[in-house]
């Protein structure tokens, strides 16, 4: 059982160069969420999703985009990679409900590092 | 605006020495606070999720409080593969979006 893949786990590129980083998860959960880490910020909220085909803006979106076609997949996009967008990308999945409720904990992946040059 | 704040930023500790973590927070409709613990260069590890005041959890040398504005995380005799960096964050309003503190750097030193 992997839990959470993201790949890849290390990436260089030049300012205005694109990519996209993949998450997958094997544990068939509805949410799917990426973060990013920078040192004295703690975790930030990029994008998230509640489920297959669905989107939504989380606390700092801007230059980003997000694709959830597969239930177990999450892409992050970076179309025009600037050097603010140096950081740890973290992503983590939850179930849908816990105790009937909508909560659960988040099952976080290894963490992609990305440098902006 | 919903807050989570954590204190201290970093704690050292000599092996068995107990002491706690704290993180405060406020939020409109709290619908579960957790704890994570986040080794260097990995992601974070889930440890506790408490769901209303005068809740507690434990594993191991690690017990979770909570109140209606904190909550602690009790570390009782440290070892050393206790270093870590202590996450907390909490869930509210709709559910859908998780708030985290910048976390307790945690060093045990032997």
């Known amino acids: 059982n992997a839990g959470v893949t993201q790949t890849p786990k290390f990436r260089v590129l030049k300012t205005g160069q694109s990519m996209t980083l993949l998450c997958a998860q094997d544990?068939?959960?509805?949410?799917m969420y990426w973060y990013r880490q920078d040192p004295g910020m703690g975790l930030r909220l990029i994008h998230y999703?509640?489920?297959?085909?669905?989107?939504a803006k989380g606390e700092v979106p801007d230059g980003y985009n997000v694709s959830r076609l597969k239930k177990q997949n999450f892409l992050l996009g970076l179309e025009s990679a600037a050097p603010s967008q140096t950081s740890v990308y973290f992503c983590?999945?939850?179930?849908?409900?816990?105790?009937?409720?909508?909560?659960?904990?988040?099952?976080f992946g290894e963490g992609s590092r990305l440098t902006v040059l | 605006e919903d807050q989570v704040t954590q204190s201290p930023e970093a704690l050292r500790l000599q092996e068995g020495e107990s002491s706690s973590l704290n993180c405060s927070y406020t939020?409109?409709?709290?619908?579960?606070l957790f704890w994570y613990r986040q080794d260097p260069g990995k992601g974070p590890e889930f440890l506790f999720t408490?769901?209303?005041a005068g809740e507690e959890k434990e594993k191991e040398r690690l017990k979770a409080t909570l109140t209606k504005k904190e909550s602690f995380l009790h570390i009782t005799a440290p070892k050393p593969e206790d270093s870590a960096t202590y996450l907390c964050?909490?869930?509210?309003?709709?559910?859908?979006?998780?708030?985290f503190g910048t976390g307790t750097s945690l060093t045990v030193i032997p």
């Open positions: 408490l769901y209303s």
């Open positions: 964050a909490v869930q509210a309003g709709t559910g859908n979006q998780f708030y």
């Open positions: 939020v409109s409709g709290l619908r579960g």
């Open positions: 999703s509640v489920g297959e085909g669905t989107t």
């Open positions: 544990m068939n959960h509805e949410y």
């Open positions: 983590a999945s939850r179930t849908a409900t816990r105790q009937g409720s909508n909560t659960g904990e988040l099952f």
